[in-house]
């Protein structure tokens, strides 16, 4: 080798680490401020190999946060709410995954507008609070409760979110905002979450304002999903869908999850049911394997009884190989962690680890743990 092929190939492989490095000091978990992370944290290191590298991630999500009356009744402390104990028992469960997905089902359009439970919600600004310190880094806010107390109570949630650095999609400030994708880079894998509902529980959209929920409409989200594409490694897709306690999905279901694995989407994680519903992989048209949980459940939430008070954290990991100027995105080990609010005469409300909640009162844990597991895995063994 000649010296000039040894300066052009050392400054090649200058290019290349710094350009690793740059990507791998990008995490958000160090956006929020309340968050446990406050240094950086490289949790797998990245193989560089001259012009070959690989980085794995694992991306995950929970369902409903569901705040009806008696649960945010529960979490009243002398000056506000505290729902952190809530979820206390399953944090270290939440804080795994490199990048986690709530449904915040309910605005949080905080104190200043009242306080309100079924059928029109609002919930305080604490709720979260305890969501960034359990370790959650996106939440999806088009629900059909997102218009439940009109746009003062969304503009209130943004101005939360806004303030504590928490990314949210689905709900907008303007159509600015809306148009702004959210792309979360962690460990050298660009993602990007979007979010749409089937609708607004008949609370019709002002006119004008359609980017105050995003409505499932399959063209604005083929070319959502299309622009998401070019700048991100993986699209993350939020569906608010499917019918309420229905343990399985519709047609209508897997008609739109192959629509949208078709059109580029990664990842889909579906919510609404306050059911669990199973996992699986699509295939797409052009022969990506794409994961799919049709419905997360209810993760906190005042209902009870029928597999509404059992959620879960799915997990799927991710690797982006990239070797000279191909990169190769696969996917990997779904998981499933169910989980189960404990309460006791309306109050108390816990979120502990399904297999373990014969300790927080459930009979025959072990048994719906079991039971759970081979529902969210039927499809997949
Ligand atoms: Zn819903």
Do not use: C
Request: aromatic share 8%; net charge negative.
């Amino acid at each position: 080798m000649n010296k000039k092929r040894i300066f052009i190939s050392s400054i090649v492989s200058i290019v290349i680490i710094s350009f690793a490095y740059l990507l791998i000091n990008v995490d958000p978990k160090n956006k929020h401020p309340s968050s446990k992370n406050t240094t950086m944290q490289i949790r797998k290191p990245i193989h560089i190999n001259e012009k070959t590298w690989s980085t794995t991630v694992t991306l995950s999500a929970i369902g409903d946060i569901l705040i009806h009356d008696r649960v945010y009744e529960d979490a009243r402390i002398e000056n506000g709410y505290d729902f952190k104990p809530m979820l206390q028992g399953v944090k270290e469960y939440l804080q795994k995954p490199h990048l986690l997905l709530a449904n915040q089902e309910t605005i949080l359009g905080g104190i200043e507008i009242g306080l309100s439970s079924y059928p029109s919600f609002n919930s305080p600004h604490e709720v979260g609070d305890a969501l960034i310190d359990s370790g959650v880094d996106i939440v999806s806010t088009a629900n059909n409760h997102t218009l439940d107390r009109g746009e003062k109570a969304i503009i209130n949630a943004i101005n939360y979110y806004e303030s504590t650095g928490l990314p949210y999609v689905g709900h907008f400030k303007d159509d600015k905002d809306r148009q702004t994708l959210r792309i979360l880079t962690t460990n050298g894998i660009k993602v990007a979450y979007l979010s749409y509902t089937y609708g607004t529980n008949g609370i019709p959209v002002p006119e004008g304002k359609e980017h105050l929920v995003n409505l499932i409409d399959k063209e604005k989200m083929k070319d959502e999903i299309h622009r998401a594409k070019e700048q991100a490694d993986i699209v993350v897709m939020s569906l608010h869908w499917g019918n309420e306690y229905q343990r399985l999905p519709t047609e209508e279901q897997k008609e739109l999850a192959q629509f949208l694995a078709d059109e580029g989407i990664d990842i889909l994680f579906g919510h609404h049911p306050h059911v669990l519903q199973p996992m699986e992989f699509l295939k797409a048209k052009d022969d990506r394997n794409v994961f799919v949980v049709y419905s997360l459940g209810n993760f906190l939430s005042g209902q009870m009884w029928d597999y509404k008070d059992i959620g879960g954290i799915a997990s799927i990991e991710v690797t982006k190989k990239v070797h000279q100027d191909k990169t190769n995105i696969s996917l990997a080990n779904p998981q499933f962690f169910p989980t189960y609010v404990s309460s006791s005469n309306l109050q108390n409300y816990r979120i502990v680890p399904l297999e373990n909640a014969d300790k927080a009162g459930l009979t025959n844990a072990k048994e719906k743990y079991n039971e759970i597991m081979n529902h969210m895995f039927q499809w997949l063994n």
